[in-house]
């Protein structure tokens, strides 16, 4: 029963390969020039299609590291805010804590100079505050 199923499949094959050459109203060579332009025309759209998506990616990534660069910007400027109402915090406790314990006030002290190394990470406010 394979066997016959095979054997129609190539005879089919042969007998459609056969009466395409038959009716064919051109020649082999205009055929394989239409063929091959065909061909080239896929590949000049397919190299076009390439192309476009390249740029988009490209406008995407643009627009990504746009965006985090904006981030970066707002996150550092909140820093530089934070250092600064951390440095009036400190300089309000040094100056008019004295009614606190010593013992307290030197806790709190003690962690707002924590909380001020923590945020002298930023390399530019760390030669800011160096200034």
């Known amino acids: ?6 054997f129609a499949l190539i005879a089919g094959a042969a007998a459609g390969l056969t009466l395409g050459l038959l009716f064919a109203p051109e020649k082999g060579e ?12 896929g590949w000049d759209e397919l190299m076009d299609a390439s192309d476009e998506g390249w740029e988009r990616a490209k406008e995407s ?5 746009e965006g985090a660069e ?4 707002r996150l550092r400027a909140r820093a530089r805010l934070a250092r600064r109402d951390l ?9 008019q804590a004295s009614d606190l314990k010593e013992d307290a006030r ?8 924590k909380l001020e ?10 030669d800011d505050q160096e200034a």
Not at 1 to 6: A, E, H, L, Q, V
Not at 87 to 95: E, P, V
Not at 117 to 126: G, H, N, Q, S, Y
């Open 117 to 126: 190394k923590a945020l002298a990470k930023d390399p530019e406010e760390a």
């Open 106 to 113: 030197e806790k709190i002290l003690a962690q707002l100079e």
């Open 1 to 6: 029963m394979k066997g016959d199923s095979f």
């Open 87 to 95: 440095k009036n915090l400190k300089a309000t406790l040094t100056d």
């Open 61 to 65: 990534f643009e627009d990504i590291k």
């Open 70 to 73: 904006s981030a970066t910007t």
């Open 30 to 41: 205009e055929t394989r020039r239409k063929v091959k332009a065909a061909a080239v025309e």
